[in-house]
């Protein structure tokens, strides 16, 4: 019996060691394969890599910042949504060549351009700094056209009522402003004897709308001209507000708190966190807790304290009394209008040159419901009437100068000074 290791287990049989048998052959990666794994290598991977730097970028830059700087959060993940888009939109394209058996083919894919979006943080009063270079102006109706294009993205559909073949006042020119957080367009028309200014403004975010008064506190004695404090808020485009240390009616709110109501018969417009206007009218807020308990339920900023409402939602209002003002008779007039989200006109009708003729409210309103506004609320008119862009006064206000008053509305850039 041929010998047997001692822990060989029963029934092995020993015999002579077989053979390896060598590995199949690899299958060969087919082209599709190999033009998926040149995709992530080329593609897919650098543009991982270059949105995370991105990334932390904006991080590291925006640390340490003042807080009269805009914070841009969102912004930076937009950046990373586009990536993860553009990445996507190729890796489909490819899967789908595959699954058919085609030859995979990279095509171009257009990317929108990443916007950072901006916005002033809360309890900032001075706005940052206008960008001289976004300022200009022009009468060129195909340049004007351009730059209704350019602004396309921050406008998100909504029509202008600014048109760039409008008939303007003799000699004067459009003025303009555009960034990335905000347009702007200023100019003048004549109606019926009348030169009405509009200044059409859109805004990115609601912080961008925006209250100031006089001393920068509520009940300061100071006054002063709308170009000063337009000027001392970095204001693109300011109008006179409702000169509320003058008269003692309406519901006064300033920075979600109401500071002073006489309700009986004055309209107040509100302006919410949102840049939306509200509406009260007399007799239907009539105590602090009133007005406060209306501020708390729409999320109210601030008010404007004049009338009348001229429009609401729509519906164009006609009244044949007010105890506020002079409306039967021919009066320089303001305006606030409301277009659509964060989409605003201010406006006023003033004398100017061999036009000098000055509206009732009834005829005002023609012209300011004609704007297509939602809403529409009358400011301070007569002297007050001012409108400001760029430091400068565009309107020609009664007696041809301001006169100081104690607050204003404007409209800011939210892009950090130097960005």
Not at 217 to 224: L, P
Not at 343 to 367: C, D, R
């Amino acid at each position: 019996m041929a010998y047997q290791p001692k822990y060989a287990r029963k029934g092995n049989a020993v015999g002579p060691i077989p053979e390896r048998k060598a590995p199949p052959p690899r299958k060969k990666r087919s082209a599709g394969v190999w033009a998926l794994l040149i995709l992530l290598g080329m593609v897919v991977v650098p543009a991982s890599c270059w949105a995370t730097g991105t990334l932390l970028y904006r991080m590291s830059t925006t640390l340490g910042r003042p807080r009269l700087t805009a914070p841009a959060k969102t912004g930076d993940q937009d950046i990373g949504a586009a990536a993860e888009n553009y990445i996507c939109q190729y890796v489909q394209a490819m899967e789908t060549a595959l699954q058919s058996g085609e030859k995979p083919e990279i095509a171009e894919v257009e990317v929108e351009p990443v916007r950072k979006r901006y916005w002033i943080e809360d309890g900032v009063q001075v706005a940052p700094e206008p960008n001289p270079d976004c300022y200009g102006q022009s009468t060129d109706p195909a340049v004007l056209s351009q730059l209704l294009e350019d602004a396309a993205w921050l406008l998100e559909d909504q029509p202008t009522y600014f048109r760039p073949d409008a008939e303007l006042y003799e000699d004067s020119t459009v003025q303009y402003y555009l960034d990335d957080s905000i347009f702007a367009f200023t100019w003048k028309e004549v109606h019926e004897g009348s030169v009405y200014t509009f200044s059409e403004i859109k805004v990115s975010h609601p912080s961008q709308f925006r209250r100031h008064l006089a001393g920068g506190e509520y009940g300061s004695e100071m006054q002063y001209l709308t170009t000063e404090m337009a000027a001392s808020v970095n204001a693109v485009v300011a109008s006179a507000g409702d000169f509320y240390r003058f008269r003692d009616f309406g519901a006064v709110v300033y920075e979600g708190v109401a500071r002073r109501v006489e309700g009986t018969y004055a309209e107040t417009c509100y302006i919410d966190t949102n840049g939306d206007m509200h509406f009260t009218y007399g007799g239907e807020v009539l105590t602090v807790e009133d007005v406060q308990k209306f501020v708390d339920e729409n999320d109210i900023s601030f008010s404007l304290a004049f009338g009348p409402v001229l429009v609401d939602n729509y519906e164009v209002k006609n009244p044949t009394w007010y105890g506020v003002g002079e409306i039967n008779e021919g009066y320089a007039r303001a305006a606030l209008c409301q277009m659509g989200p964060l989409h605003y006109i201010v406006v006023t009708a003033n004398t100017q040159g061999p036009y000098q003729e000055i509206p009732t409210v009834k005829l005002f309103t023609k012209y300011v419901a004609a704007t297509g506004c939602q809403n529409a609320y009358c400011l301070d008119g007569g002297q007050t009437a001012t409108i400001v862009m760029n430091d400068e006064l565009v309107n020609r206000p009664v007696y041809g100068q301001q006169r100081k008053i104690s607050d204003i509305i404007y409209f800011a850039t939210a892009v950090p000074e130097g960005g």
